[in-house]
């Protein structure tokens, strides 16, 4: 009882920011993403009837604690919706994505997880029964099942059927690249489940985040059906801008940006100034990811190389959603 799975990692648009559920991960409100091809996790998951537990190397290095934990309780999520809940799995997992850094490693590890761990136990799910099983590990990972845009709907029902992601468009729809401009690839200290929490029982400035994110929702989905680059860069650099906001009126207030994040975002913004269509958004970390059209791709990454504290910058297309190896 084996498969393999790949799926890659998304940048939210419209960011998810804070959950209304903690327990099965239920979001305060809809969000809306690109999958990128550049970064990505393939897993492989055996039960065997052997085993009386389960196991987990990520990278060729065994992984215990809190890591473990989490992947185990979500095989448990697989195992009772298959009847098997005595059956344990060997899950081996190589993730191209720096981890907890700012780069939704979760989301497509979560997504690989999901979709490896149901195939070999044999469920056979359709994209979106797979999308809200997979929400259960990581909330963004539910948009991972999808390649090129996809949106979160948050729903309403307090058992989670009906919040799960559904593609907007594919992949070959509108060829945006991202640069992900890494500053620093080490661990947080404020993890995203930690943030949200924070902000959502303490920041000043949530309820307004909430209030914005209709608008923006409506407004980026008619950018992306047009093509309109212009639009969707405003409303996502906007957006991210918001969200970030909102960590600054929490109690105690913290921020992800280093003041390399500050310089990235201000080389972007002139870029633009000189007639460069770029913009950026940043995720619960410190790294920078900037939108940029094919056209101007030399130019954006030379600019971005080119700026003092900035280690790496890793060009993506659109990306695929989960495949089957």
């Known amino acids: 009882m084996k498969a393999t799975a790949k799926a890659h990692t998304n940048i939210a648009l419209i960011k998810y920011w804070g959950k209304?559920?903690?327990?099965?991960?239920?979001?305060?409100?809809?969000?809306?993403?690109?999958?990128?091809d550049g970064f990505y996790t393939t897993t492989t998951v055996d039960f065997q009837e052997e085993l009386s537990k389960d196991i987990f190397t990520l990278n060729d290095e065994p992984v215990t604690g809190t890591a473990f934990n989490r992947v185990s309780a979500f095989l448990d999520l697989i195992r009772r919706s298959a009847g098997k809940d005595k059956?344990?799995?060997?899950?081996?997992?190589?993730?191209e994505v720096p981890t907890a850094a700012g780069f939704a490693s979760s989301a497509s590890g979560f997504a690989a997880l999901a979709a490896a761990g149901a195939?070999?136990?044999?469920?056979?799910?359709?994209?979106?029964?797979l999308s809200r099983l997979t929400r259960q590990g990581s909330g963004s990972a539910c948009r991972s099942i999808y390649g090129g845009f996809a949106e979160w709907e948050m729903g309403e029902k307090p058992d989670g059927s009906d919040s799960y992601a559904v593609p907007?468009?594919?992949?070959?729809?509108?060829d945006v690249r991202v640069a992900a401009v890494i500053l620093n690839a080490t661990m947080k200290k404020v993890s995203s489940r930690e943030g949200m929490k924070r902000t959502?029982?303490?920041?000043?400035?949530?309820?307004?985040?909430?209030?914005?994110?209709?608008?923006?929702?409506?407004?980026?989905?008619?950018g992306i059906s047009?093509?309109?680059?212009?639009?969707?860069?405003?409303?996502?650099?906007?957006?991210?801008?918001?969200?970030?906001?909102?960590?600054?009126g929490a109690y105690p207030p913290f921020t992800y940006w280093l003041d390399t994040t500050m310089t990235v975002m201000q080389a972007v913004q002139a870029m633009r100034a000189e007639g460069i269509p770029a913009y950026?958004?940043?995720?619960?970390?410190?790294?920078?990811?900037?939108?940029?059209?094919?056209?101007?791709?030399?130019?954006?990454?030379?600019?971005?190389?080119?700026?003092?504290?900035?280690?790496?910058?890793?060009?993506?297309?659109?990306?695929?959603?989960?495949?089957?190896?």
């Not at 344990?88 to 993730?95: E, G, K």
């Not at 303490?202 to 989905?221: E, H, V």
């Open 20 to 36: 209304r559920d903690e327990s099965i991960i239920l979001p305060t409100n809809s969000s809306l993403s690109l999958t990128l």
């Open 87 to 95: 059956l344990f799995a060997n899950v081996q997992s190589i993730n």
């Open 119 to 129: 195939k070999a136990i044999g469920l056979e799910l359709s994209d979106q029964e």
């Open 168 to 174: 907007i468009a594919p992949a070959d729809h509108w």
């Open 200 to 222: 959502v029982d303490t920041s000043a400035f949530y309820s307004g985040w909430l209030d914005s994110i209709p608008q923006d929702l409506q407004q980026i989905k008619e």
């Open 226 to 248: 047009g093509c309109d680059f212009e639009k969707v860069g405003q409303i996502a650099e906007a957006n991210c801008l918001r969200m970030h906001a909102t960590t600054l």
């Open 280 to 325: 950026f958004t940043i995720d619960a970390g410190p790294n920078v990811k900037v939108l940029y059209l094919p056209e101007n791709e030399k130019t954006v990454e030379k600019t971005l190389r080119n700026i003092p504290g900035v280690t790496d910058v890793r060009l993506s297309k659109s990306g695929q959603g989960v495949t089957y190896l």
